[in-house]
């Protein structure tokens, strides 16, 4: 554990690890991971006696999860990796690269941070065989070069993050039996969800189970509706120009996605406890309707995490499944996917470090997570059936079909609105408030931040 990540901020709680070649989950050769991928890199790199400092957000079971991994760059590099992450591993990052004193690499969920970073000069680019590599090798490659892609310190945009581990959040949840019991199908597209919503009121039914409640961030899961929306209503550039400002909050093709969040939600027919309940249902709460007898909704859209709030016992696949939340047809935006996901980048230029980031490029890198728990991928090399569950499986099929993916857009704005304005902007438009009211309260707040 390097002095750097215990100076600066008094009782941070820090977790740390050192991997080897001994510690390898799978042993190469066996079962059907890409073992060419490992042998082709492990033979171009002999960094024998030097060291690996990374610094990420994973603890505990997180931690033995990125470490699994590390010990087969360990492994066929010779190189020694030290792993350590902290509680506050936000404000530890930014002490240690301030101090001269940083990781060889990093990896964070926070573009915003990276960015700030970035701009500071404390991380180095990538260059533009990595950004190719990314355009070719994973799904909606284009995407993922520009999450990775940041202004430097000269304002000129380069690659300088790595896109490593995935979550989706556009996921509808619903009951298989109840559905069938009541002969519904899984809607393909916005326009056969919204004839669902319509045949489940006309048999009686309540379409939807939604809540936005959730303390001091209480409002958040509306922000993921209206971006999933923001992405089925306009193009993705018009998403990028929303998350910047560089259109306003108040621009006509905000505003409306707001509304196509309204039209689910503000519709006492099609939530459980009418519209009036969404702000104040605990989102945690919110799914549980989909489980009772008679079920009290027959939808739940929300991120890949839900089901830790589902009741004991839930077996994914066959108490509970999900559907990708559906692209509108008629506008031929294809299949876009929100999400989010941590970055890896290079914040101490070394040779070892260099190489770390090429084998972030194997598939063995990825199926050797994947084939455990709690991790997706959007490369298209690797071997799906690896996938350590059915559910991981789906989740992961809906990322390669992707044709565009964009990151919580929330999470990309200045944290006075992301984290603020925006939330409560959505609970006042849930309770009744209009929509380019809402708008406008959240642009000037915008304003005030610049």
Known sequence: MRKSLLAGVAGLALAAGSVSAQDLKFTPGEGGYNWDSYNTFAEANDLSGQTLNLFGPWRGDDQALAESVWAYFAAAT??????????????????????????DIAILPQPGLIQNLVSKGFVEPLGEETASWLADNYAAGDSWVG????????????????????????????????????GYEVPESMEELKALNDQIVADGGTPWCIGLGSGGATGWPATDWVEDLMLRTQPAEVYDQWTTNEIPFDDERVVAAIEEFGAFARNDDYVAGGAGAVASTDFRDSPKGLFSSPPQCYMHRQASFIPSF???????????????FPSYAEKDLGNPVLGAG????????????????EFLKTPIAHEVWMAQTGFLTPLQSVD????????????GSILLDATTFRFDGSDLMPAGVGAGTFWTGMVDYAGGKDASEVAIEIQSSWEGLK
């Open 384 to 395: 799906t059936e690896l996938y350590g569950d059915p559910t991981l499986k789906k989740m």
């Open 342 to 357: 941590t970055l890896a980048f290079i914040t101490n230029d070394t040779p070892v470090a260099r190489a770390f980031i």
């Open 310 to 324: 589902f009741p004991e016992g839930t077996e994914l696949g066959i108490d509970a499944d999900f559907f990708y």
């Open 78 to 103: 010779g190189a020694t990796v030290n792993y350590s992450s902290s509680e506050s591993y936000e404000q530890q990052i930014v002490i240690d690269t301030e101090a001269g004193s940083p990781p």
């Open 147 to 182: 999450l990775g892609t940041y202004a430097g310190p000269d304002g000129e945009d380069r690659l300088y993050a790595f896109p490593y581990k995935i979550d989706v959040k556009s996921l509808v949840w619903y009951s298989p039996d109840n559905f069938e019991d009541a």
